[in-house]
């Protein structure tokens, strides 16, 4: 059975959450973690593993130089003790908007391709992570047209 559990706070970057994570004992420092959407690293600046693979879509941004599909991963079934996804969630435009160029949106997508995305790299985080560990996945609320998406 999963169990999952929504961190809500005043925290200011991703590296906080992780550093967080690690000290209420959701991370270990022994552990085997994969950041299967590296992009600038910005989760690992506080604290990090002793075996973190990094990978990410975009070769000059994945610490391993390959371009790494989070959707298809090079791990094997229940491999890892945790994988960290922060997928491309936001709806609101694509890279060519400043704001968004770091969310790694490209081309148009729609909601319902944009959320399918979403859940085959949460399916594929699953599958690589062993049972009793951990898949953290970073999301926030997105409305679209009106209604509230996430």
Request: net charge negative.
């Amino acid at each position: 059975m999963s169990t999952v559990v929504k961190a809500f706070g005043d925290r200011t970057d991703n590296a906080t959450l992780i550093a967080d994570c690690a000290q209420l004992g959701y991370l270990n420092k022994d552990d085997m973690v994969a950041d299967v959407t590296y992009g600038l690293g910005r989760f690992w600046k506080v604290w990090e593993p002793d075996i973190l693979l990094a990978s990410d879509l975009d070769p000059i941004k994945s610490p391993c130089g390959l371009s790494i599909d989070f959707t298809d991963l090079p791990f094997e079934t229940d491999e890892l003790d945790a994988v960290v996804f922060d997928p491309p969630y936001k709806f609101s435009g694509t890279s060519r908007v400043t704001s968004d160029a770091g969310y790694g949106i490209g081309d148009y997508m729609s909601t319902d391709a944009r959320m399918d995305l979403i859940f085959a790299g949460v399916a594929e985080a699953a599958r690589v992570t062993r049972p009793g560990g951990k898949v953290f996945v970073k999301c926030q609320d997105q409305v679209v047209s009106g209604k509230v998406v996430f």
